[in-house]
Protein backbone atom coordinates (compact mmCIF):
# COMPACT_ATOMS: atom_id res chain seq x y z
CA UNK A 1 0.00 0.00 0.00
CA UNK A 2 3.08 2.62 0.91
CA UNK A 3 4.94 1.96 -2.36
CA UNK A 4 1.23 2.23 -4.58
CA UNK A 5 0.45 5.63 -2.15
CA UNK A 6 4.05 7.13 -3.54
CA UNK A 7 3.90 5.95 -7.22
CA UNK A 8 0.10 7.36 -7.47
CA UNK A 9 1.88 10.52 -5.63
CA UNK A 10 4.79 10.96 -8.46
CA UNK A 11 2.05 9.68 -11.28
CA UNK A 12 -0.30 12.32 -10.57
CA UNK A 13 2.27 15.21 -10.21
CA UNK A 14 3.82 14.00 -13.45
CA UNK A 15 0.69 13.91 -14.98
CA UNK A 16 -0.15 17.69 -14.05
CA UNK A 17 3.49 18.57 -15.64
CA UNK A 18 2.74 16.96 -19.05
CA UNK A 19 -0.35 18.63 -19.08
CA UNK A 20 1.09 22.30 -18.13
CA UNK A 21 3.60 21.62 -20.44
CA UNK A 22 1.20 19.81 -23.75
CA UNK A 23 -0.94 23.10 -22.89
CA UNK A 24 2.32 25.60 -23.68
CA UNK A 25 3.20 23.20 -26.95
CA UNK A 26 -0.65 23.81 -27.88
CA UNK A 27 -0.53 27.34 -27.50
CA UNK A 28 -2.89 27.39 -24.95
CA UNK A 29 -1.16 29.49 -22.93
CA UNK A 30 -0.39 33.38 -24.03
CA UNK A 31 2.16 35.65 -22.42
CA UNK A 32 3.44 39.21 -23.04
CA UNK A 33 7.12 38.15 -21.51
CA UNK A 34 9.53 36.17 -24.12
CA UNK A 35 7.90 32.53 -24.80
CA UNK A 36 9.54 29.88 -22.92
CA UNK A 37 10.77 27.03 -24.41
CA UNK A 38 9.34 24.00 -23.49
CA UNK A 39 11.38 21.52 -26.02
CA UNK A 40 13.94 19.67 -23.45
CA UNK A 41 11.01 19.95 -20.40
CA UNK A 42 8.76 17.78 -23.29
CA UNK A 43 11.89 15.67 -24.19
CA UNK A 44 12.68 14.96 -20.70
CA UNK A 45 8.86 14.33 -19.48
CA UNK A 46 9.12 11.65 -22.97
CA UNK A 47 12.33 10.29 -22.05
CA UNK A 48 11.04 9.06 -18.55
CA UNK A 49 8.36 8.05 -19.26
CA UNK A 50 9.32 5.41 -21.97
CA UNK A 51 12.51 4.58 -19.52
CA UNK A 52 11.10 5.19 -16.02
CA UNK A 53 7.32 5.28 -15.17
CA UNK A 54 6.00 3.11 -17.30
CA UNK A 55 8.67 -0.22 -16.69
CA UNK A 56 7.94 0.86 -12.74
CA UNK A 57 3.76 0.49 -13.54
CA UNK A 58 4.03 -3.00 -15.58
CA UNK A 59 6.79 -3.76 -13.39
CA UNK A 60 4.04 -3.72 -10.51
CA UNK A 61 0.63 -4.37 -12.26
CA UNK A 62 -0.57 -6.94 -10.20
CA UNK A 63 0.47 -5.20 -6.68
CA UNK A 64 -1.60 -2.34 -7.84
CA UNK A 65 -5.23 -2.55 -6.18
CA UNK A 66 -6.74 0.63 -7.01
CA UNK A 67 -7.15 2.69 -10.36
CA UNK A 68 -5.44 5.71 -9.88
CA UNK A 69 -1.97 4.82 -10.40
CA UNK A 70 -3.53 3.96 -13.79
CA UNK A 71 -6.06 7.06 -14.36
CA UNK A 72 -2.63 8.99 -14.24
CA UNK A 73 -0.11 6.48 -16.33
CA UNK A 74 -2.81 6.96 -19.26
CA UNK A 75 -3.32 10.04 -18.83
CA UNK A 76 0.58 10.61 -18.77
CA UNK A 77 0.87 8.32 -22.12
CA UNK A 78 -1.91 10.43 -23.70
CA UNK A 79 -0.33 13.59 -23.27
CA UNK A 80 3.09 11.72 -24.87
CA UNK A 81 1.91 12.17 -28.25
CA UNK A 82 2.03 16.29 -27.92
CA UNK A 83 5.13 16.06 -26.04
CA UNK A 84 7.01 13.81 -28.47
CA UNK A 85 6.21 16.12 -31.48
CA UNK A 86 7.22 14.44 -34.79
CA UNK A 87 7.83 11.06 -33.80
CA UNK A 88 4.28 10.57 -32.55
CA UNK A 89 2.91 8.22 -35.30
CA UNK A 90 6.02 6.34 -34.53
CA UNK A 91 5.30 5.87 -30.91
CA UNK A 92 2.17 4.68 -31.34
CA UNK A 93 3.04 2.07 -33.82
CA UNK A 94 5.39 1.26 -30.60
CA UNK A 95 2.54 1.16 -27.71
CA UNK A 96 0.33 -1.03 -30.27
CA UNK A 97 2.93 -3.50 -31.15
CA UNK A 98 3.85 -3.50 -27.18
CA UNK A 99 0.21 -4.76 -26.73
CA UNK A 100 -1.40 -1.42 -24.95
CA UNK A 101 -4.55 -2.28 -26.57
CA UNK A 102 -4.58 -5.49 -25.08
CA UNK A 103 -3.50 -3.76 -21.63
CA UNK A 104 -6.08 -1.61 -21.78
CA UNK A 105 -8.65 -3.49 -21.39
CA UNK A 106 -7.34 -5.74 -18.85
CA UNK A 107 -6.92 -2.53 -16.68
CA UNK A 108 -10.56 -2.00 -16.98
CA UNK A 109 -11.58 -4.89 -16.17
CA UNK A 110 -9.08 -5.05 -13.16
CA UNK A 111 -10.63 -2.62 -12.01
CA UNK A 112 -14.67 -2.88 -13.13
CA UNK A 113 -15.78 -3.16 -9.62
CA UNK A 114 -13.92 -0.25 -7.77
CA UNK A 115 -14.47 3.14 -7.04
CA UNK A 116 -12.98 5.24 -9.86
CA UNK A 117 -13.49 2.73 -12.63
CA UNK A 118 -15.48 5.68 -14.57
CA UNK A 119 -12.29 8.07 -14.07
CA UNK A 120 -10.24 5.25 -15.66
CA UNK A 121 -11.93 4.48 -17.99
CA UNK A 122 -12.11 8.03 -19.68
CA UNK A 123 -8.39 8.22 -18.72
CA UNK A 124 -8.00 4.84 -21.04
CA UNK A 125 -10.67 5.96 -23.82
CA UNK A 126 -9.14 8.96 -24.25
CA UNK A 127 -5.36 7.09 -24.49
CA UNK A 128 -6.93 5.02 -26.90
CA UNK A 129 -8.50 7.74 -29.05
CA UNK A 130 -5.30 9.53 -29.49
CA UNK A 131 -3.30 6.46 -30.19
CA UNK A 132 -5.63 5.33 -33.00
CA UNK A 133 -5.83 8.57 -34.29
CA UNK A 134 -1.86 8.89 -34.68
CA UNK A 135 -1.78 5.10 -36.18
CA UNK A 136 -4.27 5.79 -39.06
CA UNK A 137 -1.80 8.69 -39.82
CA UNK A 138 0.43 5.84 -40.24
CA UNK A 139 -1.77 4.58 -42.83
CA UNK A 140 -2.31 7.84 -44.26
CA UNK A 141 -5.59 7.26 -43.94
CA UNK A 142 -8.79 9.11 -42.87
CA UNK A 143 -10.09 9.84 -39.30
CA UNK A 144 -12.99 7.55 -39.71
CA UNK A 145 -11.56 5.11 -36.61
CA UNK A 146 -10.67 8.65 -34.78
CA UNK A 147 -14.44 9.71 -35.10
CA UNK A 148 -15.90 6.21 -34.46
CA UNK A 149 -13.83 5.71 -31.26
CA UNK A 150 -14.91 8.79 -29.68
CA UNK A 151 -18.11 7.37 -29.59
CA UNK A 152 -18.16 3.87 -29.07
CA UNK A 153 -15.04 3.18 -26.85
CA UNK A 154 -17.61 4.79 -23.81
CA UNK A 155 -19.89 1.83 -24.44
CA UNK A 156 -16.87 -0.40 -24.27
CA UNK A 157 -15.71 -0.52 -20.97
CA UNK A 158 -15.75 -4.77 -21.03
CA UNK A 159 -13.56 -7.08 -21.71
CA UNK A 160 -11.90 -7.66 -25.90
CA UNK A 161 -14.09 -10.71 -26.42
CA UNK A 162 -17.32 -9.16 -24.45
CA UNK A 163 -17.17 -6.40 -27.57
CA UNK A 164 -17.22 -9.28 -30.30
CA UNK A 165 -20.61 -9.41 -28.93
CA UNK A 166 -21.69 -6.48 -30.90
CA UNK A 167 -20.64 -7.62 -34.55
CA UNK A 168 -23.26 -10.76 -33.68
CA UNK A 169 -26.45 -8.76 -33.06
CA UNK A 170 -28.20 -7.65 -35.79
CA UNK A 171 -28.12 -3.69 -36.28
CA UNK A 172 -31.36 -1.57 -37.80
CA UNK A 173 -31.70 0.56 -40.18
CA UNK A 174 -29.03 2.27 -42.58
CA UNK A 175 -25.80 0.38 -43.15
CA UNK A 176 -24.22 3.36 -43.38
CA UNK A 177 -22.46 3.44 -39.76
CA UNK A 178 -21.13 6.13 -38.01
CA UNK A 179 -23.76 8.64 -39.32
CA UNK A 180 -26.03 8.16 -36.58
CA UNK A 181 -23.52 7.86 -33.58
CA UNK A 182 -26.02 7.61 -30.97
CA UNK A 183 -29.02 5.66 -30.09
CA UNK A 184 -32.49 7.07 -28.38
CA UNK A 185 -31.04 6.57 -24.83
CA UNK A 186 -27.74 8.31 -25.67
CA UNK A 187 -25.65 5.17 -25.83
CA UNK A 188 -23.75 4.72 -28.69
CA UNK A 189 -25.95 2.76 -31.75
CA UNK A 190 -24.81 -0.57 -32.34
CA UNK A 191 -23.73 0.69 -36.05
CA UNK A 192 -21.26 2.74 -34.24
CA UNK A 193 -20.27 -0.36 -31.34
CA UNK A 194 -19.96 -2.52 -34.78
CA UNK A 195 -18.03 0.04 -36.16
CA UNK A 196 -15.83 0.89 -33.24
CA UNK A 197 -15.14 -2.83 -32.57
CA UNK A 198 -14.05 -3.75 -36.10
CA UNK A 199 -11.50 -0.61 -35.76
CA UNK A 200 -9.64 -1.34 -32.38
CA UNK A 201 -9.67 -5.07 -33.53
CA UNK A 202 -7.97 -3.96 -36.77
CA UNK A 203 -5.25 -1.73 -35.15
CA UNK A 204 -4.61 -4.01 -33.05
CA UNK A 205 -4.26 -7.21 -34.76
CA UNK A 206 -2.46 -5.36 -37.57
CA UNK A 207 0.13 -4.19 -34.86
CA UNK A 208 0.53 -7.83 -33.75
CA UNK A 209 -2.09 -7.31 -30.62
CA UNK A 210 -4.46 -10.73 -30.87
CA UNK A 211 -6.97 -9.84 -28.10
CA UNK A 212 -8.86 -12.73 -28.81
CA UNK A 213 -8.11 -16.58 -30.37
CA UNK A 214 -8.14 -16.07 -34.14
CA UNK A 215 -11.10 -18.76 -33.95
CA UNK A 216 -13.38 -16.53 -31.76
CA UNK A 217 -12.63 -13.19 -34.04
CA UNK A 218 -13.81 -15.92 -37.21
CA UNK A 219 -16.90 -16.97 -35.49
CA UNK A 220 -18.02 -13.34 -35.10
CA UNK A 221 -17.12 -11.89 -38.01
CA UNK A 222 -18.96 -14.90 -39.50
CA UNK A 223 -21.94 -13.83 -37.58
CA UNK A 224 -21.23 -10.57 -38.72
CA UNK A 225 -21.52 -11.51 -42.45
CA UNK A 226 -24.40 -13.29 -42.37
CA UNK A 227 -26.28 -10.48 -40.47
CA UNK A 228 -24.79 -7.86 -43.56
CA UNK A 229 -24.86 -9.55 -46.58
CA UNK A 230 -25.10 -6.24 -48.03
CA UNK A 231 -21.65 -5.27 -47.04
CA UNK A 232 -20.93 -2.85 -50.20
CA UNK A 233 -22.83 -0.69 -48.27
CA UNK A 234 -20.62 -0.33 -45.57
CA UNK A 235 -18.47 2.98 -45.23
CA UNK A 236 -15.52 2.51 -47.08
CA UNK A 237 -12.74 2.59 -44.30
CA UNK A 238 -15.20 -0.10 -42.05
CA UNK A 239 -14.93 -2.78 -44.69
CA UNK A 240 -11.33 -2.19 -44.90
CA UNK A 241 -10.76 -3.34 -41.52
CA UNK A 242 -13.32 -6.37 -41.67
CA UNK A 243 -11.51 -7.22 -44.93
CA UNK A 244 -8.15 -7.23 -43.40
CA UNK A 245 -9.51 -9.18 -40.01
CA UNK A 246 -11.25 -11.83 -42.00
CA UNK A 247 -7.96 -12.10 -43.90
CA UNK A 248 -6.10 -12.23 -40.73
CA UNK A 249 -7.83 -14.76 -39.25
CA UNK A 250 -8.17 -16.98 -42.23
CA UNK A 251 -4.69 -17.14 -42.82
CA UNK A 252 -4.08 -18.20 -39.21
CA UNK A 253 -6.70 -20.92 -39.63
CA UNK A 254 -4.69 -22.16 -43.01
CA UNK A 255 -1.55 -22.47 -40.57
CA UNK A 256 -3.42 -24.14 -37.65
CA UNK A 257 -5.53 -26.71 -39.62
CA UNK A 258 -7.21 -28.83 -36.61
CA UNK A 259 -9.31 -24.56 -36.16
CA UNK A 260 -9.34 -24.26 -39.77
CA UNK A 261 -11.08 -27.84 -40.32
CA UNK A 262 -13.93 -26.37 -36.75
CA UNK A 263 -14.42 -23.64 -38.48
CA UNK A 264 -15.03 -24.52 -42.60
CA UNK A 265 -18.78 -23.87 -42.75
CA UNK A 266 -18.38 -21.08 -41.11
CA UNK A 267 -15.35 -19.50 -42.88
CA UNK A 268 -17.16 -21.00 -46.34
CA UNK A 269 -20.00 -18.82 -46.05
CA UNK A 270 -18.13 -16.20 -44.88
CA UNK A 271 -15.92 -15.99 -47.71
CA UNK A 272 -18.64 -15.85 -50.36
CA UNK A 273 -20.16 -13.20 -49.01
CA UNK A 274 -17.37 -11.13 -48.37
CA UNK A 275 -16.13 -11.73 -52.13
CA UNK A 276 -19.51 -10.78 -53.26
CA UNK A 277 -19.54 -7.67 -51.30
CA UNK A 278 -15.88 -6.62 -52.48
CA UNK A 279 -17.25 -7.32 -56.16
CA UNK A 280 -20.11 -4.99 -55.91
CA UNK A 281 -17.62 -2.37 -54.47
CA UNK A 282 -17.68 0.18 -57.58
CA UNK A 283 -13.78 1.61 -56.80
CA UNK A 284 -12.49 -1.40 -54.93
CA UNK A 285 -8.98 0.67 -54.70
CA UNK A 286 -10.37 3.08 -52.19
CA UNK A 287 -10.79 -0.32 -50.50
CA UNK A 288 -6.87 -0.80 -50.39
CA UNK A 289 -4.27 -0.91 -46.76
CA UNK A 290 -0.85 -2.20 -47.28
CA UNK A 291 -0.91 -5.66 -45.71
CA UNK A 292 0.90 -8.22 -46.97
CA UNK A 293 -2.32 -10.50 -45.10
CA UNK A 294 -4.93 -8.72 -47.15
CA UNK A 295 -3.20 -9.44 -50.24
CA UNK A 296 -1.90 -13.05 -49.98
CA UNK A 297 -5.91 -13.45 -48.99
CA UNK A 298 -6.89 -11.99 -52.00
CA UNK A 299 -5.20 -13.56 -54.53
CA UNK A 300 -6.37 -16.39 -52.76
CA UNK A 301 -10.06 -15.85 -53.56
CA UNK A 302 -10.89 -16.29 -57.75
CA UNK A 303 -13.77 -13.86 -57.85
CA UNK A 304 -11.02 -11.44 -56.64
CA UNK A 305 -8.19 -12.13 -58.87
CA UNK A 306 -9.39 -10.70 -61.75
CA UNK A 307 -10.11 -7.18 -60.23
CA UNK A 308 -9.95 -6.38 -57.23
CA UNK A 309 -6.15 -7.85 -56.32
CA UNK A 310 -4.74 -6.04 -59.32
CA UNK A 311 -6.28 -2.93 -58.39
CA UNK A 312 -4.79 -3.11 -54.81
CA UNK A 313 -1.69 -3.89 -56.28
CA UNK A 314 -1.49 -0.99 -58.08
CA UNK A 315 -2.43 1.04 -55.38
CA UNK A 316 0.14 0.06 -53.36
CA UNK A 317 2.47 0.60 -56.55
CA UNK A 318 1.43 4.09 -56.59
CA UNK A 319 1.58 4.22 -52.48
CA UNK A 320 5.52 4.27 -53.26
CA UNK A 321 5.31 7.36 -55.75
CA UNK A 322 4.11 9.33 -52.84
CA UNK A 323 6.72 11.72 -51.43
CA UNK A 324 4.50 13.07 -48.94
CA UNK A 325 5.38 9.55 -47.12
CA UNK A 326 7.63 9.45 -44.42
CA UNK A 327 11.06 7.88 -45.19
CA UNK A 328 11.15 5.25 -42.49
CA UNK A 329 7.78 4.67 -43.61
CA UNK A 330 8.69 4.51 -47.54
CA UNK A 331 11.50 2.09 -46.73
CA UNK A 332 9.17 -0.45 -45.08
CA UNK A 333 6.40 -0.65 -47.75
CA UNK A 334 9.14 -0.92 -50.28
CA UNK A 335 10.34 -3.85 -48.08
CA UNK A 336 6.98 -4.84 -46.92
CA UNK A 337 5.97 -4.98 -51.48
CA UNK A 338 8.71 -6.43 -52.77
CA UNK A 339 8.91 -9.62 -50.37
CA UNK A 340 4.81 -10.01 -51.14
CA UNK A 341 5.88 -9.98 -54.97
CA UNK A 342 8.91 -12.60 -54.20
CA UNK A 343 7.05 -14.57 -52.22
CA UNK A 344 3.64 -14.75 -53.83
CA UNK A 345 4.52 -15.24 -57.60
CA UNK A 346 0.82 -14.68 -58.90
CA UNK A 347 1.01 -11.49 -57.48
CA UNK A 348 4.40 -11.10 -59.15
CA UNK A 349 2.95 -12.19 -62.55
CA UNK A 350 0.13 -9.81 -61.79
CA UNK A 351 2.33 -6.94 -61.71
CA UNK A 352 4.29 -7.64 -64.80
CA UNK A 353 1.49 -8.60 -66.88
CA UNK A 354 0.53 -5.03 -66.83
CA UNK A 355 3.51 -4.40 -68.79
CA UNK A 356 2.32 -6.48 -71.74
CA UNK A 357 -1.45 -5.53 -71.91
CA UNK A 358 -4.01 -2.37 -71.89
CA UNK A 359 -3.87 -2.11 -67.89
CA UNK A 360 -4.28 1.56 -67.79
CA UNK A 361 -0.88 2.32 -66.04
CA UNK A 362 2.82 4.12 -66.25
CA UNK A 363 4.95 0.90 -66.86
CA UNK A 364 7.84 3.07 -65.47
CA UNK A 365 7.08 2.47 -61.80
CA UNK A 366 6.62 -1.01 -62.66
CA UNK A 367 9.75 -1.73 -64.00
CA UNK A 368 11.54 0.24 -60.90
CA UNK A 369 10.03 -2.16 -58.57
CA UNK A 370 11.11 -5.40 -60.83
CA UNK A 371 15.09 -3.54 -61.09
CA UNK A 372 14.54 -3.69 -57.26
CA UNK A 373 13.68 -7.10 -57.19
CA UNK A 374 16.49 -8.46 -58.80
CA UNK A 375 19.12 -6.10 -57.54
CA UNK A 376 21.85 -8.12 -56.46
CA UNK A 377 21.84 -7.41 -52.62
CA UNK A 378 18.31 -8.96 -53.01
CA UNK A 379 19.33 -12.01 -54.82
CA UNK A 380 23.19 -12.35 -52.85
CA UNK A 381 20.67 -13.17 -49.19
CA UNK A 382 18.41 -15.72 -51.35
CA UNK A 383 15.11 -13.00 -51.17
CA UNK A 384 14.16 -13.74 -54.85
CA UNK A 385 13.61 -17.13 -56.51
CA UNK A 386 15.83 -18.27 -60.42
CA UNK A 387 12.04 -18.63 -61.28
CA UNK A 388 11.06 -15.36 -60.73
CA UNK A 389 14.01 -14.20 -62.55
CA UNK A 390 12.94 -16.07 -65.23
CA UNK A 391 9.41 -15.02 -65.08
CA UNK A 392 10.58 -11.51 -65.33
CA UNK A 393 12.97 -11.80 -67.72
CA UNK A 394 10.47 -13.61 -70.53
CA UNK A 395 7.81 -10.09 -69.65
CA UNK A 396 10.60 -7.89 -70.30
CA UNK A 397 11.52 -8.67 -73.39
CA UNK A 398 7.86 -9.43 -74.15
CA UNK A 399 6.76 -5.39 -72.65
CA UNK A 400 10.04 -3.99 -75.22
CA UNK A 401 9.23 -5.98 -78.02
CA UNK A 402 5.94 -4.56 -77.74
CA UNK A 403 6.67 -1.22 -77.17
CA UNK A 404 9.20 -1.29 -80.50
CA UNK A 405 5.87 -2.23 -82.58
CA UNK A 406 3.59 0.08 -81.03
CA UNK A 407 6.29 3.30 -81.42
CA UNK A 408 4.90 4.51 -84.41
CA UNK A 409 1.58 4.59 -83.31
CA UNK A 410 2.04 5.10 -79.64
CA UNK A 411 5.67 5.65 -78.83
CA UNK A 412 6.42 5.28 -75.13
CA UNK A 413 8.38 8.06 -72.88
CA UNK A 414 12.10 7.73 -72.78
CA UNK A 415 12.15 7.16 -69.04
CA UNK A 416 9.95 3.99 -69.76
CA UNK A 417 12.62 2.32 -72.21
CA UNK A 418 15.32 3.52 -69.88
CA UNK A 419 13.71 1.91 -67.30
CA UNK A 420 13.05 -1.36 -69.47
CA UNK A 421 16.62 -1.34 -70.38
CA UNK A 422 18.10 -0.83 -66.87
CA UNK A 423 16.27 -3.76 -65.69
CA UNK A 424 17.70 -5.86 -69.18
CA UNK A 425 20.66 -4.94 -67.87
CA UNK A 426 20.37 -6.49 -64.54
CA UNK A 427 18.68 -9.65 -65.85
CA UNK A 428 22.48 -10.13 -67.94
CA UNK A 429 23.87 -9.36 -64.08
CA UNK A 430 22.16 -13.27 -63.40
CA UNK A 431 23.63 -14.98 -66.95
CA UNK A 432 20.08 -14.37 -68.66
CA UNK A 433 20.64 -15.06 -71.93
CA UNK A 434 20.44 -11.84 -73.66
CA UNK A 435 22.04 -12.39 -77.06
CA UNK A 436 19.01 -12.57 -78.82
CA UNK A 437 20.07 -10.67 -82.61
CA UNK A 438 15.79 -9.51 -82.66
CA UNK A 439 16.66 -7.82 -79.18
CA UNK A 440 20.22 -6.75 -80.03
CA UNK A 441 18.45 -4.73 -83.01
CA UNK A 442 15.82 -3.19 -81.32
CA UNK A 443 18.35 -1.81 -78.60
CA UNK A 444 20.57 -0.76 -81.10
CA UNK A 445 17.63 1.56 -82.81
CA UNK A 446 16.59 3.32 -79.05
CA UNK A 447 20.38 4.16 -79.12
CA UNK A 448 20.35 5.34 -82.70
CA UNK A 449 17.42 7.69 -82.09
CA UNK A 450 18.53 9.12 -78.57
CA UNK A 451 19.02 12.77 -77.88
CA UNK A 452 21.62 12.68 -75.89
CA UNK A 453 21.12 16.57 -75.15
CA UNK A 454 18.10 15.14 -73.08
CA UNK A 455 19.45 13.71 -69.70
CA UNK A 456 16.52 11.34 -69.55
CA UNK A 457 16.99 10.04 -73.44
CA UNK A 458 20.50 10.01 -73.04
CA UNK A 459 20.60 7.68 -70.46
CA UNK A 460 18.45 5.27 -72.49
CA UNK A 461 21.55 5.49 -74.71
CA UNK A 462 23.77 4.28 -72.26
CA UNK A 463 22.01 1.71 -70.48
CA UNK A 464 21.57 0.37 -73.83
CA UNK A 465 25.01 0.48 -74.95
CA UNK A 466 25.94 -1.05 -71.58
CA UNK A 467 23.25 -3.93 -72.30
CA UNK A 468 25.17 -4.10 -75.96
CA UNK A 469 28.34 -4.57 -74.05
CA UNK A 470 27.03 -7.30 -71.75
CA UNK A 471 25.80 -9.47 -74.48
CA UNK A 472 28.84 -9.17 -77.06
CA UNK A 473 30.56 -10.82 -73.78
CA UNK A 474 27.90 -13.43 -73.14
CA UNK A 475 28.09 -14.48 -77.10
CA UNK A 476 31.90 -14.33 -77.14
CA UNK A 477 31.78 -16.63 -73.93
CA UNK A 478 29.64 -19.16 -75.64
CA UNK A 479 31.79 -19.32 -78.05
CA UNK A 480 34.49 -19.69 -76.08
CA UNK A 481 32.60 -22.65 -74.62
CA UNK A 482 31.75 -24.22 -77.79
CA UNK A 483 35.05 -24.18 -78.68
CA UNK A 484 36.22 -25.80 -75.70
Known amino acids: ?9 VLISVERVCKL ?16 DTSDCASFLFKSFEERLLPTVLLNFDQLEHPEPFVSLFGIARHQFILCGDIAATFAEKLASAGFIQMSFDVKIKFNTTTGHQALCSSVNGFL ?58 AASLHCLQAGTLALFYLAFTHGDRLVPCGALLQALGGF ?64 VPHAT ?55 ECLLGMLTSDYPVDTAPILSVIGRIISQERVAVGSVSHESISTIAGTVFSSLQRAMLLQRVEP ?26 KLVYQIASIIIRANLEDSVSSQSAKYGMDFLRGAVQQSMDQDGNCQG
Open 21 to 36: CSDVLEGQYSTEGPIV
Open 1 to 9: PAVQGQLSE
Open 412 to 437: LPDATYAAILQVLVKLQAHNMETADL
Open 294 to 348: LLRWAFSQEGLVKDVAPAWVLQWLKLLQDVKSREDRDSKLTTDFLNLLEELHVAL
Open 129 to 186: ESMCSHLEKCEQSSTYAKEVLHFALPSMNCSASSCLQFLTQRATGSMAMGKAHHGSSG
Open 225 to 288: LSLNPDIHMLPATMLTHLSVLYAIVNESGLNQPHQALKHTCVQTNATQILVRGLLRVPNPASLF
